[in-house]
DNA sequence: TAGAACAGGTTACGCGTTTAACCTGTTGTA
DNA sequence: TACAACAGGTTAAACGCGTAACCTGTTCTA
């Protein structure tokens, strides 16, 4: 079990080198080497497989390889913050992205944001990605912290000095509103959990992009059980519109199936579309339409911005990141709601005047 | 941006003390110091912002209170493996015990299996976690490894030595079974992606539990656009039994939209039960009926197995892990379709019996 | 023929922390 | 009185690696 690790100095002795020239040919400095001797160290180093140790090389160089991504554990994810679907995706992307460019992810789930600079900075960590931290105040951050570090989705009044990787949420809610505008849809509801940060942005676009249109704006708890009371309460609210934008698409699914529990059919009777474009919106019945977010490339972005602030390159702007449309089955026109609405409006305006 | 690092020995400079007593302070070893030296020492460490570097500390002490997460990069995720639901839970239940336990986590996805005794050791990790690796070689790997390490859902020949944390498959599927008998099903049906390991002990479990009633399995590719083709051939075969068990939520969910999309009705045309019980079952509608396994409870067991490993405690035996049944939306009483195969199947027999 | 250039190395040190071994003065014990 | 025990420290070595600075011998050049 406990078999001696292989260090340079074993190589180098075994070889009647110095670690110098080991540690040369290791790091491809070869021309201080002989080809002969390169060759020699090339063949041991495999032969006894050699792993380089990174407690002397964190010690020797100062930077360990590491990125952290830190994510926010934020309690309406009730403790799966990583079981979430945007999260996830960007883990996953940002995993295959660190491991391309040679980086280890360290992945911290924070209660609390004040640790993030602890963390950090006893790893000597390469840089930083910090999700779901909406509202912070990374300019006092940016003071604290001596290594790069990358933001998704953060809410700055200040920008510059600061990466922001942020989606375009107002062209989302836009492009949203504006596809259900061509379906048809002429009364629409937003479903959020807040009215600020992105979500207002979300809204707004929606509301430009349906134009003509009316966005309502209905904000639902955070909190599963509270939305379970509050569905209960408010669904005949809901089905007044003909068509919901949720601003994720785990809060479409949620509206989905408290719509077809009480035997209301989408995208007949109603149609959804959310937001993110997770994992699952394709396995599902109806299969959900929904704004997509490309974890891929902000991952991408993320990596190689990180990479160019190691350089020093440390006037990198914030990006907005675009999204796109997603069709699939759980929008559809109005199939009969307008006319019925526009029949008990004035039936019900009737019914006021006459009393 | 650089702000030179508060290290031991500036601490124990500027008290008039040597490393060693501000190092004991720090590590609680407090008998060799005067109580009035600790509070001053813990008072300039708090005011001074001491950070330990994770450099020195490995170096020192050779371990690094780093575990590593080792991710199978398996082709049927199609690169998007920590967005699978048991995966991402599984994920997310370690992230919390590590913590809890005060290890840091490594993820790695990894596709070639050998990488992972260079990334353990190069690490000097404390220990490994290695997740969907099914049918490895894991005697060898402890040959390699210096480090404990615990299998999720390891498929070993021999036990013994290595502790592998294993869903119980076979219960799991006799708990499906017994339940889709209880609720009057006779024709189930199995559908995996293979039939090794997990998935033959869950369809020889679900068979136990259907008792007398008839438990077929059927083969799905692992690949989607396969799968696309292969139920566009195969859902005539499909329908003609009343219940379907898939060995994980994913192809359960995939099943219902192929179902729906028919326009079959699920629970009432075809039941379907699934496996893992992910973060979307509840959300979508049908709610899926699932066989659970507690990703919480396995994370506990596999951080405190480490442990004690660590104290050289290596004779733990692995252990199989209960299963329980989540009833939600997608399972029922098979309605009408029994009766209209008995006739069938008489009119079938009468066909031929008079060819 | 001086000395520059270069090939092929070696030596020495720094990095931050832990820890075994050592030191010194005081009090307790037989 | 001898010396053990202890309080409250200090010192120095060790950990593995990278690298700047240095060294030696040979060949090329003016």
Not at 43 to 60: F, S, T, V
Not at 239 to 258: C, R
Request: proline letters at 2%; charged letters at 30%; one cysteine or more.
């Amino acid at each position: 079990m406990e078999a001696k690790r292989v260090r340079i100095i074993d190589i180098a002795e075994e070889l009647g080198l110095s670690t110098a020239t080991v540690s040369n040919v290791i790091h491809g400095k070869t021309k201080r080497v002989s080809g002969e001797t390169v060759k020699r160290v090339q063949e041991l180093l495999e032969k006894r497989g050699y792993i380089p140790d990174m407690a002397g090389i964190l010690l020797a160089q100062n930077s360990s390889g590491i990125v952290g991504v830190v994510v926010n554990n934020h309690e309406k994810y009730e403790g799966r913050v990583l079981e979430d679907g945007f999260i996830s995706a960007s883990l996953n992307a940002l995993s295959a992205e660190l491991d391309k460019a040679g980086y280890f992810m360290l992945v911290k789930v924070l209660t609390d944001w004040s640790e993030i600079v602890k963390v950090a900075s006893m790893w000597n960590m390469e840089g930083l990605v910090i999700i779901g931290f909406c509202e912070q105040e990374y300019h006092k951050l940016r003071e604290k912290m001596h290594i790069p570090f990358v933001v998704y989705d953060g809410y700055l009044k200040e920008t510059g000095k600061i990466c922001n990787l942020v989606i375009d949420n107002y062209g989302g809610g836009f492009i949203a509103g504006e596809y259900l505008r061509q379906m048809g849809h002429k009364r629409v509801l937003c479903i959020a959990d807040n009215y600020i940060c992105m979500d207002k942005e979300r809204i707004d676009g929606l509301r430009d992009g349906i134009k003509d249109g009316m966005a309502d704006f209905l904000q639902i708890p955070q909190k599963k059980e509270e939305r379970d009371v509050f569905y209960q309460g408010n669904l005949d609210k809901i089905i007044e519109y003909t068509a919901v934008f949720a601003v994720s698409d785990f809060y479409a699914a949620e509206l989905i199936y408290k719509l077809q529990e009480h035997g209301l059919k989408v995208p007949e009777d109603m149609s959804v579309i959310g937001f993110d474009d997770s994992f699952w919106c394709e396995k599902v019945y109806p299969s959900l339409s929904t704004i997509r977010q490309d974890p891929g490339e902000r991952a991408r972005l993320a990596v190689s911005i990180l990479k160019e602030m190691k350089q020093g390159v440390y006037e990198k702007t914030s990006v907005i990141l675009k999204t796109s449309l997603v069709k699939r089955g759980s929008v559809a026109a109005p199939a009969w709601k307008d006319k019925f609405w526009e029949e008990h409006t004035k039936l019900r305006k009737k019914g006021y005047s006459n009393e």
